[in-house]
């Protein structure tokens, strides 16, 4: 009687797990085939749908700087590091400062200098620069040593990778 048992419970749970096996498949599948899921390395990622012309604009070589601009008098080098952006999700909501966050401003969040302060960042990879002034706190993710808003990360060339190695540099007044 037990062994009738125990076989009960095997086949029971052989068909839970097939089961299982075969509607975690379908769901991969499904999302493998649709249009705003792409492959990213060994896993999938969903994206939106737009022209990746309509994100950034193009620079030719000739527009782009051969080197980097040197440090003006007025400027402090800082760490080098990864720089994030964050964009629309959260446009409107209150900062670290007060103010409400857009995107289409040239600022940025930073773990401790003071509020109202202005950092040049550099991309180096680039050469292309761009002056922020801190509004916010963070990041709070990983190493990043700043969080940069949209349009700051569009100057530097950052929209496509979303993350990026920077250098930056505390102007003083």
């Given at each position: 009687?037990?062994?009738?048992?125990?076989?009960?419970?095997?086949?029971?749970?052989?068909?839970?797990?097939?089961?299982?096996?075969?509607?975690?498949?379908?769901?991969?599948?499904?999302?493998?085939q649709s249009p705003e899921v792409v492959r990213l390395g060994k896993g999938l990622a969903s994206v939106d749908a737009k022209?990746?012309?309509?994100?950034?604009?193009?620079?030719?070589?000739?527009?782009?700087?051969t080197t980097e601009?040197?440090?003006?008098?007025?400027e402090?080098?800082?760490?080098?590091?990864e720089a994030s952006y964050y964009g629309s999700e959260l446009a409107g909501n209150l900062t670290a400062s007060g103010e409400a966050f857009d995107p289409s401003?040239?600022?940025?969040?930073?773990r401790f200098l003071p509020l109202g302060s202005k950092v040049r960042v550099t991309n180096p990879?680039?050469?292309?620069?761009?002056?922020?002034?801190?509004?916010?706190?963070?990041?709070f993710h990983g190493n990043r040593v700043i969080d940069l808003s949209t349009a700051a990360a569009r100057k530097i060339g950052l929209?496509?990778?979303?993350?990026?190695?920077v250098r930056l540099a505390l102007l003083l007044d």
């Open positions: 009687m037990r062994l009738k048992a125990q076989r009960r419970n095997l086949a029971i749970g052989l068909g839970a797990v097939t089961a299982l096996g075969l509607a975690l498949g379908g769901v991969a599948f499904s999302e493998s022209k990746v012309a309509d994100i950034e604009p193009r620079t030719t070589i000739a527009e782009r700087p601009p040197e440090p003006a008098a007025s402090s080098p800082m760490a080098d590091g401003q040239l600022t940025a969040a930073h990879r680039s050469g292309q620069a761009v002056v922020v002034r801190i509004n916010d706190r963070g990041p929209i496509r990778s979303g993350t990026g190695r």
